[in-house]
């Protein structure tokens, strides 16, 4: 039923569901159901490597159904209210209401109202206190868990630390609680008992009339203080083999493969340099074992290695080579997406630029040595101009730098520092066409939760936009391009991440008041969240701009991120002294707490030799002539007419490497598998007759390629026909004249007598002109679509015959269209005229009717020989 909607929303191969790699299984049979929710648009949260995880790790044990759910944009969301649908899962279309357990990941502040949204969405009571027994249970995930606690009002629990460490053996707890029957309240106090599990309500929090908190007192004897849940090894946890591969082109659209949690360089304003401790690096030959296996199974073209600083992986060189030696032939490019200078070496370079130039993104942070060494994050300036240098001459177009304003005692030559800076690296980008660029990004400094900085005050709103404006005039000119960050979205992230529970009342005011999707400029509703302040008469700037005590009792005092707060205090003293302290790994210990007996540094093992392969394991010696494109006809139905056409390239040839066809690639900076389709199809327009050219590396079978990816395309795509060709000859999309449609009315939910619908049709065909009206980037155009339509008329569906046979392994028509009647037109190539407008525009149907028509290509014409 939900599925007949998407013609009406954008981008609906969000709300698909059936990506390649994910799980159905059967609810009914299942003990626990889990909802794993991410509160942000499906292309963020599918980027996220966690959401991975936990949704492999869950669906794998048995007895145990997971499914994802995302906030719907705002066209779903209010689709969803006017038909009185509740938000629903993309495996099943199960109602989120319906599952047992809802785990929200709690990646960032400013999507707490979409959190609260979901939970309206999916009927459920938004306060903890407000819910029965038998609704799920609400948890949350992240990092934003070590201070939950705006959001205490809306939670029953949260999992401190690293998920995969807790997830099952919270699990089994809710699992037997239902055998049980047992209370809300008993189960409650069951997950408390397990490591890592903070329930907000077993803890009461007194106040001072100054606002600071006097005390947060426990409500069990043995519950006073909950520690973080901490993997103690990469190598033996589990690890998803098999990522889902979504549709849609998403925010990190490759291969991430984590290989390094936690860092040890202690930059003081780094909140995820202090809550992943202690560093655990995953041994290297593992690492290439989730490489190749993930590769087989997802057909990504590009591997992107996660840490907080994957320079300073203990293999990254060797690693590196291996990989570059064994994917270099198949064009499966390397991405290192975060790197500290000085570990950005000219060997590095020159290993992944053999593939593909990926980006490079340089954090400085600050510009000044005075500066550096108040946050702790050294940066030669030497060492950086070397290495923006090198890539530059290695051939890189783009650097990216990102600098921080608002820190500690920072001041104008701070400022002036990043402008300086900036422009002598864009001095050294080149000359000629191929001239090189610097993007650079400014941020402003949150204080975050256990950091050094967790005591500094944040700079007044008018201050950071006084900086901004400075840098935005001064750092302009040819090759340097300025990005910030809205100083309204830092000023809320400050409030909420040091916030308390105070706050909760805030965040349901805004809600109330039509607040979402925060964390998106174009979306972000400051004059309501100023009225929600007013209204709840909460100051902000007791949460931002107030530097508190280093003996006040925070907000979140009784949640153990596994970091001594002494050592914060130590650390905070040395930052205003301008001490640096140096990386742990380099030998000496500071005690910050994190190494515990069980609980240490884990470091890849070294040396660790590369493998080198010279010729790819799927490449063979030419030894006769062959045969070196492939010409598939393939159908696009049913749920696959909502995937667009860049992504539907995408599929192919992700699809094409899963099933080891030696595709042939480009060449030059940027390689592509050599493959063309015919003209794109409108999102939701279904066809029996699209075709695909596909060039070969080495000899294969036209009936063996068809074979290989139809067991690899995802359902509604599957290829009917394939024959071998000649390599020359004409590009498939001007190979086609003309294109013919037919279109049932019968979702429309209007009804056109027959005659009627003749009448109108002839009367279109003897008019002067049909004036269609196109929307273009660059406006709208008016274009006469008369001269474009090759045939216009009714006909009964029972007795249509096209003019080339449907081929005999294409769905019938009764499969894909109802009603008696259907309209058949053709069109001409030429100006963009499309079938749907036309018809709109005849039967005068509204913007909502037409989306609705049911369209489905049935013949391209000449027929391809």
């Not at 003990?31 to 509160?39: D, E, G, N, S």
């Not at 499906?42 to 145990?64: A, D, F, P, W």
């Not at 290993?351 to 993104?361: A, C």
């Amino acid at each position: 039923m939900l599925r007949d909607y998407l013609p009406l929303v954008s981008r609906p191969s969000r709300y698909l569901g059936g990506e390649v790699n994910s799980c159905r299984k059967d609810l009914h049979k299942a003990k626990l159901r889990f909802a794993l929710v991410f509160p942000d648009a499906y292309e963020i949260g599918m980027s996220y490597l966690g959401i991975q995880i936990l949704y492999g790790l869950l669906n794998s044990q048995e007895g145990i159904v997971c499914e994802r759910v995302f906030s719907p944009w705002f066209d779903m969301d209010a689709l969803l209210r006017f038909q009185g649908l509740p938000l629903f899962s993309l495996e099943s279309q199960t109602p989120l209401g319906d599952f047992d357990v809802i785990g929200f990941s709690l990646q960032y502040e400013l999507c707490y109202t979409n959190v609260l949204n979901i939970l309206s969405l999916a009927g459920i009571p938004l306060l903890a206190r407000d819910r029965e027994d038998d609704m799920p249970l609400i948890i949350g995930g992240g990092p934003c868990t070590l201070n939950p606690e705006p959001l205490a009002d809306f939670f029953d629990a949260f999992i401190l630390g690293d998920g995969e460490e807790v997830v099952l053996e919270l699990a089994d707890v809710i699992k037997q609680w239902r055998e049980d029957n047992g209370d809300k309240d008993t189960l409650l106090r069951k997950l408390a008992s397990i490591e890592g599990v903070y329930v907000p309500s077993l803890f009461e929090v007194g106040y001072r009339p100054d606002g600071t908190i006097e005390k947060i007192e426990p409500l069990l004897r043995h519950y006073r203080r909950v520690k973080k849940r901490t993997v103690q090894d990469l190598n033996g946890i589990y690890y998803p083999l098999a990522p889902v591969v979504p549709f849609m082109k998403v925010i990190h659209d490759r291969l991430s493969v984590e290989i390094t949690r936690g860092c040890t360089r202690g930059c003081r304003f780094c909140q995820a340099g202090y809550i992943y401790r202690p560093v655990r690096e995953r041994d290297p030959q593992v690492l290439l074992e989730i490489i190749d296996e993930s590769l087989k199974r997802t057909g990504y073209e590009e591997i992107s290695l996660l840490s907080l600083s994957a320079g300073d992986y203990s293999c990254i060189f060797p690693v590196l080579q291996t990989l570059m030696g064994r994917y270099e032939n198949e064009k499966v490019a390397v991405s290192l997406p975060s790197l500290r200078v000085g570990t950005l070496t000219k060997e590095l370079i020159e290993e992944i630029k053999r593939v593909r130039k990926t980006g490079f993104t340089l954090a400085p942070e600050a510009a000044t040595e005075r500066l550096q060494g108040i946050i702790n994050k050294i940066t030669d300036e030497g060492e950086l101009l070397e290495t923006t240098n090198q890539a530059f001459a290695a051939g890189w177009h783009l650097i990216k730098l990102y600098f921080m304003v608002g820190l500690p005692s920072e001041r104008q030559e701070d400022h002036r520092g990043i402008v300086t800076l900036s422009k002598k690296i864009v001095r050294q980008r080149g000359r000629g066409k191929r001239r090189g660029g610097v993007n650079v990004s400014i941020s402003t400094f949150v204080p975050k939760p256990n950091t050094p900085f967790q005591w500094e005050p944040q700079l007044p709103l008018v201050e950071i936009e006084e900086r901004q404006r400075y840098l935005k005039e001064e750092l302009r000119g040819k090759g340097l391009r300025l990005k910030w960050h809205d100083a309204r979205m830092s000023f809320l992230e400050g409030v909420f991440s040091r916030g308390d529970r105070r706050l909760g009342a805030v965040l349901l005011k805004a809600y109330q008041r039509g607040c979402k999707f925060d964390g998106w400029t174009e979306h972000l509703r400051w004059h309501d969240w100023e009225e929600a302040f007013a209204d709840t008469g909460v100051d902000t700037s007791f949460y931002t701009s107030r530097r508190r005590e280093l003996s006040e009792v925070l907000p979140w005092d009784h949640l153990d991120c596994g970091v001594e707060v002494e050592f914060l205090r130590d650390e905070w003293e040395r930052a205003n002294k301008g001490v640096v302290t140096p990386d742990c790994r380099e030998g000496e210990c500071f005690h910050c707490g994190a190494c515990e007996k069980a609980k240490k540094m884990v470091l890849a093992e070294t040396p660790f030799s590369a493998s080198r392969t010279s010729i790819s394991s799927r490449e063979v010696i030419r030894k006769r002539p062959w045969v070196k494109k492939i010409r598939s006809q393939f159908v696009k139905v049913k749920e696959a007419r909502f995937i667009g056409h860049l992504e539907m390239i995408d599929v192919f040839s992700r699809a094409a490497r899963r099933a080891g066809i030696p595709m042939k690639f480009s060449e030059g900076f940027h390689p592509l598998p050599k493959i063309s389709f015919t003209n794109p199809l409108p999102v939701g327009t279904e066809s029996l007759v699209e075709f695909m050219d596909l060039e070969l590396a080495r000899y294969m079978k036209a009936g063996e390629v068809k074979e290989r990816l139809n067991r690899e395309l995802p359902l509604g795509l599957w290829i009917i026909d394939a024959h071998e060709m000649a390599l020359k000859g004409r590009p498939l999309p001007t190979m086609f004249e003309v294109d013919r449609f037919l279109m049932s009315l019968e979702d429309v939910g209007r009804v056109f007598p027959e005659q009627e619908l003749r009448n109108r049709l002839q009367q279109a065909l003897k008019g002067e002109e049909l004036t269609l009206i196109q929307e273009k980037k660059k406006g709208t155009r008016k274009v006469n679509a008369l001269p474009y339509l090759e045939r216009l008329q009714l006909v009964r569906k029972d007795s249509y015959v096209p003019s080339v046979p449907i081929h005999n392994e294409a769905p019938s028509l009764q499969e894909l269209l109802g009603g008696e009647l259907v309209i058949e037109i053709g069109i001409r190539r030429g100006e963009g005229v499309r079938p749907v407008p036309i018809l709109q525009h005849i039967l005068g149907l509204t913007t909502e009717e037409a989306k609705l028509l049911k369209v489905v290509k049935m013949e391209s014409l000449p027929p391809l020989a």
